[in-house]
């Protein structure tokens, strides 16, 4: 029988409390501290940092791990690795429930798909710059992980939950000692380049008069019309249920289906249940698109009146858990880890972000020269850090959104998730093939480009054969 003063009853909540806590205190101090309002560093990010700094002096003092006292219930650390996991897909799921009525036109539609391409390829060129390096450290102390570096195009990317992902996997199914530890490590690390480097990025373009700069945390934010918060026809804010609950048990009743699915899945395939337990965020997008078709047919066919899903609080609610997925993930970095391979990582961490954007400022050069700008300090933003970075250095420069780089972030995410699910699979490859794993990334990265820049390749294979 629990007494409700144990720490089991109050340790979660207390955790839970003191990510919200540190994101209060990293908005208070992101708004009161110049230095840190220009440096576009999320305000989630700069939460983890605040928990990951009062833990390390925590063990330092003490040599004890401060998630892992009492007042959090005696295993914080791997909560917080949890809550990092879970709020991935929740987030992802969340926002697979959003609905847009745009209309693509055939230039739109390839924009969107060569941004797909562009992101894949990014993923494989981190890969094999990841993979390369780790594959030399091995060779030179015998004992390093081999494939470690391929965390990196996980951890930068596709964010925090999924370098934990591949991190866990390693470490649990091929004996990287610390493997999720190193993850959240190149996640953590992507954040900051993507803060930095975009920061420097847009300075320098704002000196070759090439911008106008628009501090987007200085500027009034835009008034929303009632049409924004609830459109035609949907349930009110407040009835018999509050329109947010409803919002809430969509994602979870989509993310229930997701264990289901999971479960089913690693039955038929026990060998790869950790492999599909990864995907849960995958899983999850799948389970809430079947879900908002099925609420369309209720809707068209007439057995169903009234609207239930509303955009305007599903992006709040995905917002919600990408922010304490962020700031948990940095929390739950283990120091230990950059001590024991501090020169991987550093290589790793700047050699990532440096490929990262030179690769995309040349994509953008010749295939978005429109707005060539634009569309790469969303892109580095994102593929360093998150899609969300993304939007807030795109904001800096273009925060009507005129251009249609934030529509291209959003629709993007389909060609990605095709062309890249295989890169997933090969994640599981790398520790047994490592030398072979690399040969198929730099094949496919091959393979990735000519399809990026096929209008160009065969125009001109087209001119040739006229003349």
């Known amino acids: 029988m629990e007494n409700f003063w144990d720490s089991s009853v109050w340790g979660s909540l207390n955790l839970i409390a003191s990510l919200l806590l540190s994101l209060l205190l990293a908005n208070t101090l992101k708004r009161k501290i110049k230095f840190l309002r220009a440096s576009l560093i999320p305000t989630s990010v700069l939460g983890g940092a605040i928990l990951l700094t009062i833990s390390g002096f925590y063990k330092l003092f003490t ?3 401060f998630f892992d006292t009492q007042f959090f219930g005696g295993n914080g650390m791997a909560t917080l690795e949890i809550i990092t996991y879970h709020c991935l897909a929740l987030g992802f799921i969340a926002s697979a429930f959003k609905t847009s009525d745009n209309k693509m036109t055939r230039q739109r539609s390839a924009e969107i798909f060569n941004t797909g391409v562009t992101t894949v390829s990014t993923y494989l060129i981190q890969g094999i710059f990841g993979l390369g390096v780790t594959i030399v450290a091995a060779l030179i102390a015998k004992e390093f992980f081999v494939a470690a570096g391929l965390i990196l195009p996980f951890g930068y990317g596709q964010g925090t939950g999924q370098a934990l992902n591949y991190g866990n996997i390693y470490e649990t199914q091929f004996g990287f000692a610390g493997g999720k530890s190193f993850g959240l490590t190149i996640a953590a690390f992507g954040f900051i380049c993507a803060s ?9 373009l704002k000196r070759k008069g090439k911008i106008n700069w628009i501090n987007s945390e200085e500027a009034a934010d835009d008034a929303l019309s009632s049409e924004d918060i609830q459109a035609e026809n949907e349930i009110p804010m407040q009835g018999s249920i509050d329109k947010m609950t409803i ?7 989509a993310y229930l289906i997701t264990y289901f699915l999971m479960t089913g899945l690693g039955l038929l395939v026990p060998g790869m249940k950790s492999v599909i337990f990864g995907f849960n965020f995958l899983l999850g997008v799948l389970s809430a698109t079947i879900i908002k078709e099925i609420v369309k ?13 509303n955009n305007f609080l599903m992006t709040r609610t995905s917002n919600f858990f990408f922010d304490i997925m962020i700031v948990a993930g940095i929390a739950a970095i283990r120091l230990g880890i950059f001590q024991q391979y501090w020169a991987v990582l550093l290589i790793l961490g700047l050699g990532g972000a440096l490929i990262t954007y030179f690769y995309l400022a040349f994509v953008c050069r010749k295939l978005f020269a429109e707005y060539e700008n634009e569309q790469f300090v969303a892109m580095y933003g994102m593929l360093t850090g998150t899609a969300s970075t993304g939007i807030v250095l795109l904001r800096e420069i273009d925060g009507d959104f005129k251009t249609p780089v934030a529509d291209n972030l959003v629709y993007q995410n389909f060609p990605a998730i095709v062309f890249g699910f295989p890169i997933m699979l090969l994640a599981t490859l790398a520790p047994v093939k490592p030398y ?3 040969a198929i990334l730099a094949a496919f990265f091959a393979v990735m480009n000519i399809i990026l820049f096929r209008s160009m390749i065969f125009k001109r294979k087209s001119d040739k054969t006229k003349v």
């Open 63 to 65: 040599g004890n791990v």
């Open 297 to 309: 047919w209720l809707r068209k066919t007439e057995l169903m009146h009234r609207q239930y899903l």
């Open 196 to 204: 930095v480097g975009g920061v420097i990025h847009l300075n320098i």
């Open 247 to 253: 919002q809430i048990a969509f994602v979870l009743v």
């Open 436 to 438: 072979l794993t690399l």
